[in-house]
């Protein structure tokens, strides 16, 4: 069965810095997607960024950025140019080839400080 | 642009009462429907999905039952609620593909009493 593992349960930084949150997930499948959701407070699950297993290229949505590492079973998020709106629990995510549900990481609590 | 609507946002039930739980979709035909449920300090666990009007996949056996009566409607239901129901439920869609993204409700935090 796949799973995946966010091994930081919390991680601040400052406004303006970069952060970096780490995600491995464990697959016998060669295709699959990987994603990264946000947690606010507010508890609605935000989409922040989608990645094909196919493609060698790294995902990008404007400060946010993943390092997708195949071999190594890894993706990371990277948060650039950090906000106070950044502020939230992030989820890391597999979806196999076939699979219909979405397998989460335990999260990673983000705090922000000015 | 497709929005997804939960009702109600916050529940408050004694144990053994029934539930009902509603999501909604608007801008978008035939999507796939999710129903998962956050308990507290854990990931998010698939209860149900649906790939179409009264086709109804259970993942986890459970006393929490589902149904689809319209094409951008899915309910999650229950007879007789037990304090382990306690939880956040999140709805979430996705298009036809089964590869595609999932987009999530704002969700229901139901307390079982």
């Known amino acids: 069965a796949q799973t995946v593992t966010q091994s930081q349960p919390e991680m601040s930084v400052q406004e303006a810095e970069t952060v970096t949150l780490s995600c491995t997930y464990d697959?016998?499948?060669?295709?699959?997607?990987l994603f990264w959701y946000k947690q606010p407070p507010s508890r609605q699950m935000i989409l922040v960024i989608r990645?094909?297993?196919?493609?060698?290229q790294n995902a990008t949505e404007n400060r946010f950025s993943v390092n997708f590492q195949k071999a190594a079973k890894s993706f990371s998020l990277k948060i650039s140019d950090s906000q106070l709106g950044d502020a939230a629990m992030y989820f890391c995510?597999?979806?196999?080839?076939?699979?219909?549900?979405?397998?989460f990481g335990k999260g990673t609590t983000l705090s922000v400080s000015s | 642009s497709q929005t997804i609507h939960q009702w109600p946002a916050t529940l408050v039930q004694p144990v053994g009462s029934p539930l009902s739980l509603e999501c909604t979709v608007e801008?978008?035909?035939?999507?796939?429907l999710y129903w998962y449920r956050q308990a507290a300090g854990r990931g998010l666990q698939l209860l149900f999905y649906?790939?179409?009007?009264?086709?109804i996949s259970s993942e986890v056996p459970q006393n929490l039952s589902a149904s689809r009566p319209q094409d951008r409607q899915f309910i999650l239901s229950s007879k007789k609620l037990l304090l382990s129901d306690s939880g956040f439920y999140l709805c979430?869609?996705?298009?036809?593909?089964?590869?595609?993204?999932?987009?999530f409700g704002p969700g229901t935090r139901l307390t079982v009493l």
């Open positions: 979430a869609w996705s298009s036809g593909s089964h590869t595609d993204t999932q987009y």
């Open positions: 697959t016998s499948e060669s295709d699959y997607y």
């Open positions: 990645q094909e297993a196919y493609k060698q």
């Open positions: 995510a597999y979806r196999g080839q076939a699979g219909t549900a979405l397998i």
């Open positions: 801008g978008t035909s035939n999507p796939n």
């Open positions: 649906s790939v179409g009007i009264g086709q």
